[in-house]
C-alpha cells in the first residue's frame, strides 16, 4: 500500500531563514507528488507538483521541491520563508493509474518574527 | 474564475440526525472527490466521482456515507444517523480528467455532532 510520511509534525522558524518540510513516500509503482498548503479555516491550495522530467520543482510564493526517486523523498523547501508563510503544509501522492490522493499527516510551519 | 464552492461552511446537528453537504465543483472539471479531515486521522479519501458516476467509493466508512453528484456538476455527500466521530472538515475537491491533474480544493463544511 502506498503511504506518505510527514516526519515533523511542526517546524519553527524565524522570518527570513530557510526551512526544508520532509515528505518521504512508499510506493513500488511510479508515483506524482504534490504538495498543498492550508491556511486557517480555508481548504488546500497546491504550492506545486511533479509529474516527470526535471527533478526540481518551483512552485508559487517561492517554494521549490526535489524528487529523489532512490530516496523516495520529496522534500519541500524555501529560501528566506515571511510571516505570511505560516500554515500547514501537506505532502500527498497520486499512484500512477489512480485517482485519489493520499495524503501525509501535514506539517505545521510557524515562523516567528 | 469561482472555485470550487461548499455549503454550508459549518453544521452543527445532534447525534442521530441526516445532513447533507453540497459542492459545486469548478465548472468544466468532469472529476469530483470528497476527502474528510480530522484530528487523528489526517486528510481521508472518501469518494471520487467521474461524471455521475463513482468508480471508487472505497474510502467511505459506512453504510451511513453515501454520495451522488447529478448533471456532472454538483455533489451532494449524505451522512445518515450522524455519530460524534463523523465530526470533521469535510472537503470537496474537483480537478480535470486524468491521472496526475492538480486537485483544487473548496474551503469545506465543518460537521460537528452533539
Known amino acids: 500500500a502506498q503511504s506518505v510520511t510527514q516526519l515533523d509534525s511542526q517546524v519553527p522558524v524565524f522570518e527570513e531563514a530557510p526551512v526544508e518540510l520532509r515528505c518521504n513516500y512508499s510506493?513500488?509503482?511510479?508515483?506524482?507528488l504534490f504538495w498543498y498548503v492550508q491556511y486557517p479555516n480555508q481548504g488546500l491550495q497546491l504550492l506545486l507538483k511533479?509529474?516527470?522530467?526535471?527533478?526540481l520543482v518551483k512552485g508559487i510564493n517561492g517554494f521549490e521541491a526535489e524528487f529523489n526517486k532512490s530516496q523516495t523523498s520529496f522534500h519541500l523547501r524555501k529560501p528566506s520563508v515571511h510571516i505570511s508563510d505560516t500554515a500547514e503544509y501537506f505532502c500527498a501522492v497520486n499512484v500512477y493509474n489512480t485517482d485519489k490522493l493520499i495524503f501525509g499527516t501535514g506539517t505545521r510551519l510557524q515562523v516567528f518574527p | 474564475g469561482a472555485g470550487v464552492s461548499q455549503s454550508p461552511s459549518n453544521k452543527v446537528t445532534e447525534k442521530g440526525k441526516d445532513v447533507e453537504l453540497r459542492c459545486d465543483p469548478i465548472?468544466?472539471?468532469?472529476?469530483l472527490y470528497w476527502y474528510r479531515q480530522s484530528l487523528g486521522q489526517g486528510l481521508e479519501f472518501l469518494i471520487y466521482f467521474q461524471g455521475n458516476s463513482a468508480p471508487d467509493k472505497s474510502g467511505l466508512p459506512s453504510d451511513r456515507f453515501s454520495a451522488e453528484r447529478t448533471g456532472g456538476s454538483v455533489s451532494t455527500l449524505t451522512i445518515q444517523r450522524t455519530q460524534q466521530e463523523d465530526s470533521a472538515v469535510y472537503l470537496c475537491?474537483?480537478?480535470?480528467?486524468?491521472?496526475?491533474?492538480?486537485?483544487?480544493f473548496g474551503d469545506g463544511t465543518r460537521l460537528s455532532i452533539l
Open positions: 511533479y509529474l516527470s522530467g526535471s527533478t
Open positions: 465548472s468544466g472539471h468532469t472529476a
Open positions: 510506493s513500488s509503482v511510479s508515483v506524482y
Open positions: 475537491a474537483s480537478s480535470f480528467e486524468g491521472v496526475g491533474q492538480p486537485q483544487h
